[in-house]
């Protein structure tokens, strides 16, 4: 079945220091990558989707490249900031189904 | 345009009780699906309802229900509380199958 993997936290940083956090994941088919982020007490929030191989998407400065050869769907950003402290998920849908799976989820802590 | 909003934020009940989750979608979304967040098991799917019918469904007991309206607003219910249902649960809509799922706040329920 479907199923995504991702890089398990926690992940601490100082302001300004470069972000990766991996994802990789299993599919048939050509699915929709997505990361969402929630903060605290809050629900999940789309930070950034994309929908065919080599796709790039972005949002507030984080990037990730649908890479269908690796099957990665890996989230960057440059420089982080503290507010974005989070946990960031990465997740799947297969085509014309609204079955989401998502990976465990990473927490990033960023230090002033 | 409205987000998704999700009745009650919080709620406490007793084992062998049961519950009535609220979620009202963006205007225009017709799809709406529920999934279960625990620090253990991460967040899982429970079932996506389209048009007032159940469309998908993940892997929960037949505890676990819900329903849909002709105006898109949803409710799931969970009956016989158990102590591993606590939890929060979000709700997410979208336009149709295949399109980006837009999340609540959640519930989160604790049962005791």
């Known amino acids: 079945g479907n199923s995504v993997t991702q890089m398990e936290g926690p992940v601490t940083l100082s302001e300004e220091a470069f972000l990766t956090i991996n994802c990789t994941y299993t599919?048939?088919?050509?699915?929709?990558l997505f990361w969402y982020v929630q903060y605290p007490g809050e629900g999940l929030q789309l930070l950034l989707k994309?929908?065919?191989?080599?796709d790039k998407g972005s949002n507030k400065g984080f990037e990730a490249t649908y890479r269908k050869e690796t099957t990665s769907f890996h989230l960057e950003k440059g420089s982080v900031q503290v507010s974005d402290s989070a946990v960031y998920f990465c997740?799947?849908?297969?085509?014309?189904?609204?079955?989401?799976?998502f990976g465990a989820g990473t927490r990033l802590t960023v230090k002033p | 345009k409205a987000g998704v909003t999700q009745t009650p934020r919080y709620l406490i009940k007793t084992r062998g009780q049961q519950v009535t989750l609220s979620c009202s979608p963006i205007?225009?979304?017709?799809?709406v699906s529920w999934y279960q967040q625990t620090p253990g098991q991460g967040l899982q799917f429970l079932f996506e309802?389209?048009?007032?019918?159940?469309?998908n469904k993940g892997n929960f007991p037949g505890r676990f229900s819900g329903r849909q309206f002709s105006n898109s607003r949803s409710e799931m219910n969970v009956s016989t509380l158990e102590l591993g249902d606590s939890a929060l649960y979000l709700c997410?809509?979208?336009?149709?199958?295949?399109?980006?799922?837009?999340f609540g706040p959640g519930t989160r329920l604790l049962v005791l």
């Open positions: 997410a809509s979208s336009l149709e199958g295949g399109e980006t799922q837009y």
């Open positions: 205007s225009g979304h017709r799809s």
């Open positions: 994309a929908t065919k191989a080599d």
């Open positions: 599919a048939t088919g050509y699915p929709s």
């Open positions: 997740a799947l849908r297969a085509y014309n189904n609204n079955d989401m799976r």
């Open positions: 309802y389209f048009s007032e019918t159940q469309r």
